[in-house]
């Protein structure tokens, strides 16, 4: 009897066991399990509505962080930034708490810099892009809590992506944010941290932040980690001063310390000159002023760290004199304090030439392969964000029009031309257009003279004038009506929807106020426009009031009877983060009765989340 129990418990388990093919949500499809830490696993899914990849994590719906799973998706997507891969649904169902993310194809940070170090400018942009995100979050009170270089991300199309965004600290764990064996930090304070840490890494390849990191550890002197010019010869002096200040802010009493995420961001701004930037922050001089003297060395892998020569002082601080007479410290050369470019009364060294140039290795294929592959061992494991073996472009970061190749090179190219060549093509280029241009004009003219007006008014209206514009369709209130088959009444604020088309661009149908993101509750809110017959539309412009919203066109081109849900109409454009002017054009004129303008997500308002639709315009 007890047999028969457990082999009915087992068939329990084995009906209700996930695994690939599993669909949550009625939706998502998981594919490829791609991680599985402390009982979390992390798939690649397939919005099968959407027909686009998701990232999900599972865990238990017993499993002591389910409740804090789903609370820290939808903290995660209070937060707007094209830098976070959105938080598309988190429930619980079916004995399994979910959470399903944006996916994202490119190469994590760790496993770029298991390559070798990134150019300083290079490095620089990829944490100032990633502390624009942080500071963002920020100011809403919400810390990512786990940012490592695993959580970094550069996409195939060479921009920044921060994933694992709160969720990522609860499934680790948010007690145990430590600096090897100090004491824990808080989130905030982590992630302004581990800023700098990325910055560090990305400099020389160690890290020194929270950890968790496979990235291997920064080399450490009597209890802090050793400045990046210590480990790497030519790290600039201004990245290597901002990693001080935030990693070791109480060992320069007359420095001031960097101490938010939004200081980071205005540093780096500064640093790589971006035309954007904010104020920049008013480094001491001190900081800069005296990096003249300090003395880089170089760790070898496996090895001690190996003096390096420091670079020679400018010129202004070359007369032994008066630098003797500014500080009588100068010429003594104590190995205990290479960090005697900031004047806290440490001392300095003796002038020697420079190191030489270091060279960046030399660029090597990275993890190009997008397939599913089996894990071999802990080296070759994919990472807990399972975005982080894509590829990226040849070319990306801050100098992509200069950058001549791929990997990390950031050298220039530079081709010597006698003087006065390129004006020499530039002239042969425009006499050849004006060449062009005449022959134009002089067979145009010789046609039109050979033709007589009765020839002209026999031959009708040119090709040219029948392919005219698209025109504007006649649409009123009885075209239009609200579409919420998932709400409760189903209906979304009806008296409202005439304000769509009556040509006031400041009056607007508007959706109900939501106070959690809209793709957690639904899977859209939108209009349904009835052209009363088939027509062949050509493109839909919205005027919207807001920024941010997520909107799709749908159609169904053989619906005799309108519509009753989403997914009997198929999406035939999309815009994502629109503003208040928007065209939704399909690769080619779809002929149907029915359009649908569908809301997926809703830019933020006083009070929550709303959208408004102030004007639809269907053109033929």
Excluded at 231 to 260: F, M, S
Excluded at 469 to 478: E, K, M, R
Aim: net charge negative; proline share 10%; with cysteine.
């Amino acid at each position: 009897m007890a047999g028969c129990r457990r082999a009915a418990e087992e068939r329990v388990v084995a009906q209700t066991e996930i695994g690939p093919g599993s669909v949550l949500a009625g939706r998502f499809v998981l594919e490829d399990l791609l991680d599985e830490t402390q009982g979390a696993k992390f798939w690649r899914a397939n919005d099968r509505i959407l027909a686009r990849n998701v990232a999900v994590h599972v865990i238990s719906s017993d499993d002591s962080r389910a409740e804090a799973l789903v609370s820290a998706a939808r903290t995660s997507a209070t937060v707007t930034d094209g830098h976070l891969l959105r938080v598309l649904d988190a429930a619980t169902e079916d004995g399994y708490t979910y959470v399903v993310n944006e996916w994202g194809n490119g190469v994590s940070l760790d496993r770029l810099l298991a390559e070798g170090p990134l150019p300083p400018r290079r490095a620089a942009w990829v944490v100032k892009e990633v502390a624009e995100a942080i500071s963002t979050a920020h100011r809403h009170g919400i810390a990512h809590g786990r940012l490592l270089p695993e959580n970094v991300v550069i996409t195939e199309s060479g921009s920044v992506k921060l994933i694992g965004f709160v969720v990522d600290a609860v499934l680790n764990g948010r007690e145990s944010i430590r600096v090897g064996g100090g004491p824990p930090l808080a989130e905030h304070e982590a992630d302004v941290v581990n800023l700098a840490a990325l910055l560090y890494a990305g400099l020389v390849a160690r890290w020194p932040g929270t950890d968790g990191s496979t990235v291997q550890d920064a080399p450490v002197d009597q209890g802090r980690p050793m400045r990046p010019r210590q480990v790497r010869a030519g790290v600039p002096r201004p990245l290597d001063a901002i990693c001080e200040r935030v990693l070791n802010p109480d060992g320069h009493p007359h420095v001031t310390p960097i101490e938010t995420a939004h200081e980071v961001y205005a540093a780096l701004c500064d640093y790589i000159g971006d035309p954007n930037t904010p104020a920049p922050l008013g480094e001491p001089p001190s900081l800069l002023d005296d990096a003249e003297f300090a003395e880089p060395t170089t760790v070898a892998d496996g090895g001690p760290p190996t003096q390096a020569a420091p670079e020679p002082a400018p010129a202004r601080d070359r007369d032994p004199e008066a630098t003797q007479a500014a500080d009588p410290s100068f010429g003594d050369t104590s190995e205990r304090d290479a960090m005697a470019d900031l004047r806290d009364g440490t001392e300095r060294t003796r002038v020697v030439p420079p190191p030489p140039a270091f060279h960046d290795p030399e660029p090597r294929p990275l993890f190009a392969s997008e397939q599913p592959r089996t894990p071999r061992g802990p080296q070759d494991r994919p990472r807990s964000t399972g975005f982080g073996s894509g590829t990226i472009p040849k070319v990306w970061g801050p100098d992509v029009d200069d950058t001549a190749g791929g990997g990390h090179g950031d050298q220039r190219t530079y081709v010597d031309e006698p003087p006065g060549r390129s004006w020499m093509r530039l002239a042969l280029a425009i006499g050849g257009v004006m060449v062009l241009v005449l022959a134009i004009v002089f067979a145009f003219n010789l046609g039109r003279d050979s033709t007589t007006p009765e020839e002209e008014a026999a031959a009708g209206p040119s090709d040219e004038a029948s392919q005219a514009a698209p025109q504007a369709l006649s649409l009123d209130a009885s075209n239009l009506s609200d579409f919420d088959p998932e709400g409760d009444g189903q209906e979304e604020n009806p008296d409202t929807v005439p304000l769509a088309v009556d040509g006031n661009p400041a009056t607007a149908w508007r959706t109900s106020t939501y106070f959690d993101p809209l793709s957690l509750q639904k899977s859209g809110v939108g209009l349904m426009v009835d052209l009363g017959e088939p027509t062949e539309v050509a493109d839909v412009r919205l005027t919207m009031m807001g920024a941010g919203t997520d909107v799709e066109l749908r159609a169904a081109p053989d619906a005799t009877a309108a519509p009753t849900s989403p997914d009997q109409m198929r999406v035939v454009a999309e815009e994502a983060g629109a503003g208040t002017d928007v065209t939704l054009a399909p690769d080619r004129p779809v002929t149907t009765q029915f359009l649908l303008v569908w809301l997926t997500e809703l830019p933020t308002v006083d009070g929550g989340l709303r959208g408004q639709v102030a004007e639809v315009v269907v053109r033929s």
